[in-house]
């Protein structure tokens, strides 16, 4: 099970750190990614940390401003997003896998496990 929070309302240019508790499965048992969709579009991946090739990666969009990070102990993935855009407004969802290809690691389909979303709002 996947429990999202740290969602809210922020200014462009601000920042925000949203969390994903992970609850079931140890958190380096399993390959974790964070996704957006915002509204009339599809879900788009945002940035995921990978269990077996221990590296991370970063949708074009998020890289040099977001960082996603684990916290073992508390089984918690974080998205920490720094210079926020209108853009990035969307529902972020938290996903894992614990079978999870290299190849698909940026597709919805790659990931078993879903939390229920967290709306980020930016305003301009």
């Known amino acids: 099970q996947l429990q999202a929070s740290g969602g809210g309302l922020v200014q462009a240019g601000g920042s925000l750190r949203i969390s994903c508790v992970v609850s079931?499965?140890?958190?380096?048992?399993?390959?974790k990614g964070w996704f957006r969709q915002a509204p009339g579009k599809d879900r788009e991946f945002v940035a995921g940390?990978?269990?077996?090739?221990?590296?991370?990666d970063y949708a074009d969009s998020a890289k040099g401003r977001f960082t996603i990070s684990i916290d073992n102990a508390e089984n918690t993935v974080y998205l920490q997003m720094n210079s926020l855009k209108p853009e990035d407004t969307a529902v972020y969802y938290c996903?894992?896998?614990?079978?999870?290809?290299?190849?698909?690691?940026?597709?919805?389909?790659?990931?078993?496990?879903w939390g229920q979303g967290t709306q980020v709002t930016v305003s301009s």
């Open positions: 940390i990978f269990r077996n090739y221990g590296r991370t």
């Open positions: 996903a894992a896998s614990d079978t999870l290809i290299h190849s698909e690691r940026r597709h919805t389909r790659g990931y078993q496990y």
């Open positions: 079931g499965r140890a958190l380096r048992s399993v390959s």
